[in-house]
């Protein structure tokens, strides 16, 4: 028995967001307005959401106490400096001149701490907002990268805004834009190199093509496709890159994820074009091309970081003489102390053990069990704007994000990598890619102590596997105007609840004074809070 459609039923109305989208289409000066406004919008509101009321508190707080101090010696001598006991009170109190001339040895590169310390140089080194402003810059800038990302990525506005704007109001996003700690720049940096590697995909792909099929014959495809050096997005992306190792090591991770990401897509497409031996072709002929516009410009960004130490006599193994130098007398003194140094920071980073109550290794980010506190101070029931009753007020700067969009986002990483399998979507390669380099080389280092905070260079790229997600509940254009009309309901319900979880947890991220009873709220899971 077969069923057809009544001719005489009213046909479903598209819904309040495809007649938008119609009248989008049908008005270019609206279209306009529409793609530049979106992205100002987003970005504003996540300047507010960082900037607002940022100097408090007014002390160093968590890892600020390294960040901060090194990053306003670094920038008055060239290289970091020790300091006296003491010193964070004494920083606290507006006596921020008190280091010494001699070097401290410190674990990460200098690019990160001089953007901090030209905040401070800005706006004075006694000022708590000067320490922050450079991050919280660089946080709202990861929102604009993010979404410039999105939109490469999909040519859709709506996608990149709506990507954009779970990271302007995400917690972790917010918490990490507002304490002078290297995670942000790091995060920045990153989304950049991975925004440059889009935007040579558009090219690369195009002359590619152009190329094998300028190389067809009447025998058939080619066996060898042409080696293309045009590639001034890769040199920017290996720029990035290099900048991001010039904040942390890690950045490295993102390098070496980029490198084999443009190996492996130059090699299918190779393939689908024809091309005979498209893995030794990819591989051995454009790879080393590839591997030189990307790693060079890295190396040199990465050097060129530690200009300071390199051209000064102070910093820490700077003065160090080889009586013997061997082979490598030919490497400048300057060199050999600096590859000495770093020699001396892996050894000391990878036997970092030491317990915190805040340590979290890898496996357990995902599920969100420690997130971690950066900044406590309580005040009893009746000090200056507390009336919390018996149980008095509390402050805290918590790096917690958003439980629905943290979760969600790990999810549809999930959901994503089962689509990649099934699709081979380029997009879906990229987003994975992202997610593998920031987060799986974390794993190999079980003992070590890390905190669930460096997740902030993971998030992006979990955020648009979410947008990913929510575009499918919402329904393709094709699909049936009911159920599109069902799944676009549904996203726009599960952005609300996004917003009334920020908005909750908001005080909280900011240090903001609330009753103790309001903090206790918060403490969903045994390991929070």
């Known amino acids: ?5 009544n001719p005489l039923a009213p046909a479903a109305q598209p819904s309040m967001y495809d007649r938008w989208l119609l009248r989008l289409a049908a008005d270019p000066r609206l279209r306009r307005l529409y ?17 607002w009321n940022l100097g408090h508190p007014h002390s160093l707080v968590f890892d600020e106490t390294y960040y901060v101090k090194d990053a306003w010696s670094q920038w008055n001598l060239g290289y970091a400096a020790t300091w006296p006991e003491g010193a964070d009170e004494l920083f606290n109190s507006g006596q921020t001149d008190v280091f010494s001339t001699e070097g401290s040895f410190v674990v990460h590169p200098p690019l990160g701490k001089y953007l901090i310390g030209a905040g401070m140089a800005l706006f004075g080194a006694d000022s708590s907002f000067g320490w922050r402003i450079a991050v919280a810059l660089c946080g709202t800038t990861c929102v604009l ?3 410039l990302l999105a939109r490469s990525l999909t040519g859709s506005v709506v996608f990149a805004t709506v990507a954009s704007f779970l990271l302007a109001v995400d917690g972790l996003g917010i918490v990490m834009s507002r304490v002078a700690l290297l995670d942000v720049i790091l995060t920045m940096f990153t989304l950049l190199a991975f925004w440059f590697t889009v935007l040579d995909r558009r090219r690369h792909l195009d002359r590619l093509a152009a190329g094998i099929a300028a190389r067809q014959t009447d025998a058939g495809p080619p066996a060898w496709g042409p080696v293309l050096w045009n590639r001034p997005w890769i040199v920017a992306a290996g720029a990035a890159a290099g900048a991001a190792s010039a904040v942390k090591w890690s950045g490295a991770w993102v390098l070496a994820g ?3 990401y443009l190996v492996v ?11 005979t031996f498209w893995p030794t072709d990819a591989a051995f002929r454009q790879g080393p091309a590839t591997f030189l516009l990307l790693v060079p410009a890295a190396l040199v960004v990465y050097v060129a970081s530690w200009t300071g130490w390199l051209t ?11 009586t013997d130098p061997g082979f490598w007398s030919w490497i400048p003194q300057s060199l050999r102390n600096l590859w000495h140094y770093h020699e001396t920071i892996y050894a000391s980073t990878s036997g970092i053990t030491t317990a915190h109550s805040y340590m979290s290794p890898a496996w357990q980010w995902p599920l969100l069990w420690r997130p971690t506190s950066m900044f406590v101070a309580t005040a009893t029931d009746g000090s200056p704007g507390c009336a919390g009753g018996a149980n008095g007020c509390i402050e805290t700067i918590y790096s917690m994000p958003n439980p629905l969009v943290w979760w969600g986002g790990v999810a549809a990483v999930l959901l994503l990598a089962y689509r990649f399998v099934r699709t081979r979507d380029w997009r879906y390669a990229l987003v994975l890619t992202g997610v593998a380099a920031t987060y799986a080389p974390w794993l190999l280092f079980a003992e070590r102590t890390i905190f669930q905070f460096y997740t902030i260079v993971i998030l992006p790229f979990m955020l648009l596997a979410l947008t990913f997600a929510l575009r499918e509940i919402a329904g393709a254009d094709r699909t049936d105007p009911v159920r599109r009309r069902s799944g676009q309901r549904t996203v726009i319900v599960l952005l609300a609840v996004v917003v009334a979880l ?10 903001t004074q609330v009753p103790y009873d309001f903090y206790r709220l918060h403490a969903w899971m045994q390991g929070w809070i």
Do not use: E, Q
């Not at 028995?1 to 459609?5: D, E, R």
């Not at 793609?35 to 900037?51: D, H, K, Q």
């Open 1 to 5: 028995m077969t069923t057809t459609a």
């Open 35 to 51: 793609a530049w406004l979106a992205p100002v919008l987003v970005t504003l509101l996540a300047a507010i959401l960082r900037l």
């Open 258 to 260: 980029i490198g084999i």
């Open 312 to 322: 000064t006599d102070g910093g820490y193994g700077r003065a160090r003489v080889d």
């Open 502 to 511: 920020s908005a909750f947890w908001y005080p909280l991220w900011t240090a």
């Open 145 to 147: 990268i993010l979404y």
């Open 265 to 275: 897509t130059d090699a299918l497409a190779r393939r689908r074009w024809g091309v």
